[in-house]
């Protein structure tokens, strides 16, 4: 494993160490938790993204018929 040290408030840290006390853990654990959760929903994010992207350059988009279906669908 690697070492990374940043800063950061004093009320985050209390409240980082509020956590993994009370999960019976480390800091380490808690903050590797915290960043495997971030990078996941970023490279999520960044994936939809780009199929969106590469839709809208292929011209697939929705026509008014099928966005008109969608707004009923979640009006009910």
Known sequence: ???????TE??????LDF????QNRDRSFIIN???DY??????????????GVEQAENNEF????EV????DKWKR
């Open 38 to 51: 971030y990078i996941s929903l970023y490279e999520w994010q960044m994936a939809h993204i780009q199929k």
């Open 19 to 22: 956590l993994a006390s009370q």
């Open 62 to 65: 929705a026509d008014e018929q």
């Open 1 to 7: 494993m690697n070492t990374i040290s940043f800063r």
């Open 68 to 71: 008109q279906a969608t707004f």
């Open 33 to 35: 938790q915290a960043l």
């Open 10 to 15: 004093d009320s985050t840290k209390e409240k």
